[in-house]
């Protein structure tokens, strides 16, 4: 059973503008979509919303600040973001391919997952570690890189 994500609506203090109603319904249209600051400018371009890259940074860091949105750093060293779910605390597990470096969020059971990490805070806690965050990412090679089509 998946975990469900945060409602989306935005946080107390951030204007309510085209741009950042866009991207809302981009993450609420899209749930399980993991994005990159570049992804986001390219999508609300699409729509006809004229904004920057410098916009679209701090429209994500708003969001990623009031726990909408949980931001990673893939092995590129690209921040992507993806929808946070609604157990506080809870990472978002999810592949990033080592070859195309996509990353998709993983379903499944959730429930044995969260238990092995909800362990695993509990140990690094009972050592004496505070203020811990989890960030649950498998790499290798999805299929299509794994096994790509001969041309």
């Given amino acids: 059973m998946p975990i469900a994500p945060i409602p989306l609506t935005l946080p107390a203090g951030m204007r309510s503008t085209r741009a950042s109603q866009a991207l809302l319904a981009l993450f609420a249209a899209q749930p399980d979509a993991?994005?990159?600051e570049a992804d986001v400018e390219r999508s609300l371009q699409?729509?006809?919303i004229a904004v920057n890259r410098v916009t679209v940074y701090r429209l994500l860091h708003k969001l990623h600040a009031a726990g909408l949105l949980q931001r990673s750093v893939d092995t590129g060293r690209i921040a992507r973001y993806m929808r946070a779910s609604a157990e506080a605390g809870?990472?978002?597990p999810r592949f990033e391919c080592d070859g195309c470096?996509?990353?998709i969020r993983l379903g499944g059971h959730q429930a044995r997952l969260q238990n092995a990490l909800?362990?695993?805070r509990q140990e690094?806690?009972?050592a004496g570690h505070a203020e811990l965050r989890l960030d649950l990412a498998v790499r290798g090679r999805c299929a299509g890189c794994a096994q790509p089509s001969v041309a």
């Fill in 124 to 126: 690094l806690q009972a």
């Fill in 101 to 103: 470096h996509q990353q």
């Fill in 118 to 120: 909800q362990a695993l």
């Fill in 46 to 48: 699409a729509q006809g």
């Fill in 34 to 36: 993991v994005v990159s």
């Fill in 90 to 92: 809870a990472p978002v």
